[in-house]
């Protein structure tokens, strides 16, 4: 059984500030990676994937893969109250995804 | 384009009642996914389709069945509702598998069984 181990949080960071949201798995052999961004009574939507070691940036936002420690980080950068929402790590199986629980962003302004 | 829709967005069920959750996307992806999603849980795979003719099991798929009716649409049944099944359903699709493909999800819908 595939894990995906994730903080639930809430994580607060002030406006303005640096969130880093960090999510482990457990399947050595994982390949591909990805951010889902859930607000409160919506669906998740896709903020970044990556693949491979190293950083991923997307704006704000960055991507952060660790192969070797089986770590994934996601840095949101100048946070804005419009970021809190559930942050969800997702990592790929043969024909699915396994989801971590999320971990909830609270940005105060 | 729709995206992914889905129906109903509510219902209400009792105990022992079956219902049928509608999905269909507009992306002429293969893959098609059902989920549950619970307080503290996470979303928990109920069944896939990776192409149009095949379905598999997921992680929670005790009390359901499916049905990919076309490449467009795939249902989830409830052929007799539990309070257990009370939750939060999406269903998502995708290109291909998930493994290099990101998953656009429906907007949902929140079934209460009493």
């Known amino acids: 059984q595939k894990e995906v181990e994730q903080n639930s949080g809430p994580l607060s960071v002030p406006e303005g500030a640096i969130a880093s949201l960090n999510c482990t798995y457990s399947?050595?052999?994982?390949?591909?990676f990805f951010w889902y961004r859930q607000y409160s009574g919506k669906s998740p939507e896709l903020i970044m994937f990556?693949?491979?070691?190293g950083d991923k940036e997307d704006g704000r936002f960055t991507a952060q893969l660790n192969k070797a420690s089986q770590y994934v980080s996601l840095l949101i950068r100048d946070s804005q109250p419009s970021d809190s929402a559930t942050y969800l790590c997702a990592v790929n199986g043969y024909s699915t995804l396994t989801f971590g629980k999320g971990t909830m962003l609270l940005v105060s302004p | 384009n729709a995206g992914v829709t889905q129906t109903p967005k509510f219902q209400v069920l009792k105990t022992g009642q079956s219902m049928t959750l509608q999905c269909a996307q507009d992306m002429n992806h293969n893959s098609m996914y059902w989920y549950r999603q619970d307080p503290g849980m996470g979303l928990r795979l109920i069944y896939y389709?990776?192409?149009?003719?095949?379905?598999d099991k997921g992680e929670v798929p005790n009390g359901y069945n499916v049905s990919r009716l076309n490449k467009r649409e795939f249902s989830l049944r409830l052929e007799s509702a539990a309070p257990s099944q009370t939750s939060v359903y999406f269903c998502?699709?995708?290109?291909?598998?998930?493994?290099?493909?990101?998953?656009?999800f429906g907007p949902g819908t929140r079934l209460t069984v009493l």
């Open positions: 990556i693949y491979s070691n």
């Open positions: 399947d050595r052999g994982s390949q591909s």
């Open positions: 998502a699709s995708s290109e291909a598998g998930a493994g290099n493909n990101e998953q656009f």
């Open positions: 389709s990776a192409s149009e003719g095949t379905t």
